[in-house]
């Protein structure tokens, strides 16, 4: 089993920024692609940003200049670097991760418990 422990959600004003982290741990012989979602109240979840193990990137045009992605596979964690955040921001935020567990070549995608991003205006 895998836990990815999702960390630096909080209450922001709108202009601030705020990063985020998610560390995994557990049976990991490797982890592929890992990304952000966010969930706000009464919405779909949706992806905000996708880092492959290379180190490609994607965001959702909402938040393209404003947040970034990023990586330390020698810790094993991801990173969401959210600056000029706006109130339409909020939301819990969630990280996974597509994890290799024994270098069967298998992939299995694990969750964050989410962290709660708040931006008042």
């Known amino acids: 089993q895998v836990q990815l422990v999702e960390s630096g959600g909080g209450l922001v004003q709108a202009g601030g920024s705020l990063r985020l982290s998610c560390a995994a741990s557990?049976?990991?012989?490797?982890?592929?692609?890992m990304a952000w979602y966010r969930q706000a109240p009464g919405k779909q979840r949706e992806l905000v940003a996708h880092i492959s193990s290379g180190g490609s990137t994607n965001y959702v045009d909402s938040v393209k200049g404003r947040f970034t992605i990023s990586r330390d596979n020698a810790k094993n964690t991801v990173y969401l670097q959210m600056n000029s955040l706006k109130p339409e921001d909020t939301a819990v935020y969630f990280c996974?991760?597509?994890?290799?567990?024994?270098?069967?070549?298998?992939?299995?995608?694990?969750w964050g418990q989410g962290t709660q991003v708040t931006v008042s205006s």
């Open positions: 557990g049976s990991i012989f490797s982890i592929h692609a």
């Open positions: 996974s991760a597509n994890v290799d567990n024994s270098g069967s070549g298998l992939l299995t995608t694990y």
